[in-house]
């Protein structure tokens, strides 16, 4: 089981409570497919991605990445039992939507990236460990009901 | 994965608004590479302190930007520009090359951080594909 400390627990709660998810999502979602292109492969029904400019207008991808931001929410709520939350997405990104796990971590540099780019000096070496934690766990459990 | 003569500009421009923050921002990368993935400080074992934000992670970090910079200036042939970097990283350094990722995204979290506005997703793909093209650079000698 993972363990957090309070100090930790703090950092992931402070960063959420004051979370635009539209535009976190948004960012991190059309960052991820402008930096990494060929998770573009996974959004064929989204509309136009055809350049960085289409991406970032397109509304489907907007939409897509807030959802994202939401599904992180259970994490949060859940912090003590990641792994469990999880499996229910896990095997959906696996069996349904065939997602290579690769992919996650991917979305979780851009998703640092942007949050870094929000929080500018706030976002300390103490917060960047804390995040990047929370979120290797997150990126560990979607991946682990692959099969 | 190369770049295109755009992106090339693209990097040049970039690296070159960063110049004034640049001794900042390589110090910051290199304590955040030891901070959030501590198994980068078996490289430093040998130094007084590892831990980040210390004098000697500070230093070292400037002195890898400064390296950086240097390859901006070679950007058209890395592999001949960076040929004898290369062979210190092979022989004598034996740096793992995954370690090489995981400080370019140290350095693109603190672009980002210190240039918010001006680190957009084009720059980001721009930079990141150059610090990559770096990486296997600094790997040609490795084997």
Request: aromatic share 10%; net charge positive.
């Amino acid at each position: 089981m993972v363990e957090w400390t309070d100090s930790e627990r703090a950092i992931i709660t402070s960063i959420f409570s004051n979370l635009d998810y539209e535009e976190i999502g948004r960012k991190s979602l059309c960052r991820c497919l402008i930096v990494y292109p060929w998770t573009q492969r996974y959004f064929g029904g989204f509309g136009n991605l055809y350049n960085a400019e289409t991406i970032l207008c397109n509304p489907l991808i907007a939409a897509h990445g807030t959802k994202i931001l939401h599904g992180l929410d259970r994490a949060l709520k859940n912090m003590d039992n990641i792994k469990n939350t999880y499996a229910e997405l896990s095997l959906l990104h696996s069996d349904k939507l065939h997602v290579d796990p690769d992919n996650f971590r991917l979305l979780a540099d851009c998703l640092t990236v942007v949050i870094a780019a929000k929080m500018g000096s706030a976002f300390t070496v103490e917060t960047q460990v804390a995040w990047q934690k929370f979120l290797s766990v997150v990126v560990s459990a979607l991946g682990r009901q692959y099969h | 994965m190369s770049l295109s003569a755009k992106q090339k500009a693209t990097v040049k421009d970039f690296f070159g608004k960063m110049a004034t923050r640049s001794d900042d921002i390589g110090a910051e990368a290199l304590s955040r590479l030891v901070a959030v993935y501590p198994q980068t400080k078996s490289y430093f074992a040998h130094w007084k302190s590892a831990s980040p934000g210390s004098a000697p992670v500070r230093k070292h970090g400037i002195t890898i930007m400064g390296g950086v910079y240097d390859a901006v200036g070679k950007i058209d042939d890395l592999k001949a520009g960076l040929l004898s970097l290369s062979e210190l990283h092979a022989f004598m350094l034996r740096v793992d090359p995954v370690n090489f990722k995981l400080l370019a995204h140290c350095m693109l979290v603190c672009m980002s951080m210190v240039f918010p506005e001006e680190f957009t997703p084009q720059v980001h793909v721009a930079v990141d594909k150059f610090l990559a093209q770096l990486a296997l650079a600094l790997c040609e000698k490795y084997r």
